[in-house]
C-alpha cells in the first residue's frame, strides 16, 4: 500500500511566522503535489514536483515555496503565514500510474 | 469556466437506493478521469478510476464516462449510511489533475 504522511494533523500560527510542512511517501514515487483546500472553492494546486530538486508553480502559489532535497520528501513553506493562509493543507504523491494518494492532511489555522 | 464542475448537492438518498454523481470536465483532451471519497474532516481516497468510453463496475460502484459529451458519472448502488461523505470527481489534463468542488451524499437510515 502507497503510504504518504503528513508532519502535524494540527496546526496553529501567529501572522508573520515561517511555517513548514513536510510530506514523506515510501513508494519511491516521482511526483509529489502541494494542495489547499477550502470549502466551496475544493482542492487548488499550489506546487509540485516531478523530480528531486525540480519545482513547478500550480494555480496559487503567491505566498508559499516548497523544496524537495529528497525523492521522498516534499516541503511547503509559508514564508510569512497571513490569515488567509488558513485551510487545510493536503500532500499528494503519484509514481508512474496516474493515480494520485493523499495524505491524511495538515489543518492550519493562522492567528 | 471552471475545468471539472459537479453539482454541489447536498444529495440525500434512502438506504438502499442508488445514488448517482455527477461531473462534466472542459478539456476535450483530457485522458483520465478519477472518483475520490472524502470523509468530513479526512483527506480523499481513490473509488474508481476510468480511461475509456463505457462503464467500469466495481462491487457497488459503477463509473460511467462518456468522452463525446465531456461527463463522467458514479453509480452506487444500495447506498449505505457509510456512503455519506464527499466526493470529488478529477480529471487528469496533461500534466495536471482538476478536481471538482465535490458533491455531498447523506444517506438516510
Known amino acids: 500500500d502507497v503510504k504518504v504522511t503528513q508532519s502535524s494533523r494540527y496546526l496553529v500560527k501567529r501572522t508573520g511566522e515561517k511555517v513548514f510542512l513536510e510530506c514523506v511517501q515510501d513508494m519511491d514515487h516521482e511526483n509529489m503535489f502541494w494542495y489547499r483546500q477550502d470549502p466551496g472553492l475544493g482542492l487548488r494546486l499550489i506546487y509540485f514536483?516531478?523530480?528531486?530538486?525540480?519545482?513547478e508553480k500550480g494555480d496559487i502559489p503567491e505566498g508559499y515555496s516548497v523544496s524537495r532535497e529528497k525523492k521522498e520528501r516534499f516541503s511547503l513553506i509559508l514564508e510569512s503565514a497571513s490569515t488567509n493562509q488558513t485551510s487545510m493543507y493536503l500532500c499528494a504523491s503519484r509514481g508512474d500510474g496516474e493515480t494520485q494518494y493523499f495524505g491524511p492532511g495538515t489543518r492550519l489555522l493562522v492567528l | 469556466q471552471k475545468e471539472v464542475e459537479q453539482n454541489s448537492g447536498p444529495l440525500s438518498v434512502p438506504e438502499g437506493a442508488i445514488a448517482s454523481l455527477n461531473c462534466t470536465y472542459s478539456d476535450r483532451g483530457s485522458q483520465s478521469f478519477f472518483w475520490y471519497r472524502q470523509y468530513s474532516g479526512k483527506s480523499p481516497e481513490l473509488i474508481m478510476s476510468i480511461y475509456s468510453n463505457g462503464d467500469k463496475e466495481d462491487g457497488r460502484f459503477t463509473a460511467q464516462l462518456n468522452k463525446a459529451s465531456q461527463y463522467v458519472s458514479l453509480l452506487i448502488r444500495d447506498s449505505q449510511p457509510s456512503d455519506s461523505a464527499t466526493y470529488l470527481c478529477?480529471?487528469?489534463?496533461?500534466?495536471?489533475?482538476?478536481f471538482g468542488t465535490g458533491t455531498s451524499l447523506t444517506v438516510i437510515p
Open positions: 514536483s516531478y523530480d528531486v530538486k525540480m519545482k
Open positions: 478529477a480529471v487528469n489534463t496533461g500534466n495536471q489533475f482538476y
